[in-house]
């Protein structure tokens, strides 16, 4: 069994990944902060931003008590059963003026656009989301994931694909993150194509994590139209 690649975010500019500065001013951010990019392999990478958001446990505290959150379902072992976290989406004017002020960061960094942004709550230690890639997307070849952590600090993990199907407790060739509220990491190139991802459940305590997802595909290269083993099935978006 290999162990997990773990990279320490707070430590990561000294880590050999390529680090820019981002001075892009978007209201409620902080705007100077270290965006270091960590390369997956050759056409996949993942950018750390660490503490992005200021108040984020503020933040956090809003979204859990403010956020409509529903409980989805997942088709999984020939049967319906709760997703194991709640979920939520904001668009518009509908968004949180701090969720809205990370969207216009992100599309002003990346250049692209979004429609939304996807919320999950996962209540605590038994609550995640298992290995999968960001099907929903359909053109899987050149996207935009970004991901917002608030509240607490869990592994957050990446493997390739091409491992083929592993036992959860399988660490090899794991790449983990461990975001702190604050942190947006950020997925891009072919990391939705060759790439999965998992916030696993934990065995100790854990206490509530938020997490605010903002998503987008070039549509460039092949659609994907054949949901495999590892595609989530998200039926309640
Ligand atoms: O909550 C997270 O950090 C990741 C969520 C995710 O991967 C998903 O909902 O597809």
Known sequence: MGVADTIGLGRLSSGGADASVS???????????????????????????????PGADRLHRELLDGVPW??????????????????????????????????????????????????????????????????????????????????????????????????????RDVVELQPRSGDLLVMGGRCQADWLHTVPQLRSRCPSRVSAQWRWTSQRGQRDTQPGFFAPRHFSR
């Open 70 to 171: 529903r409980q989805g379902r997942v088709w999984r072992y020939e049967r319906w059963i709760a997703e194991p976290r709640l979920g939520a989406f904001q668009k518009g004017p509908g968004r949180h003026p701090q969720l809205a002020a990370v969207e216009e960061w992100l599309a002003g960094r990346y250049r692209v656009g979004f429609d939304g942004v996807a919320l999950a709550h996962y209540r605590d230690e038994r609550d995640g989301v298992g290995w999968h890639r960001d099907r929903e997307l359909r053109w899987l070849d050149d996207t935009i994931v970004g991901v917002l952590t608030l509240g607490a600090r869990r592994p957050w993990r990446l493997r390739p694909l091409a491992g083929g199907r592993r036992e959860a407790d399988d660490l």
């Open 23 to 53: 001075g892009l001013d978007a209201p409620g951010l902080y705007t100077e902060v270290q965006v270091t990019r960590v390369a997956l392999d050759t056409t996949s990478w993942i950018d750390v931003v660490e503490g992005l958001v």
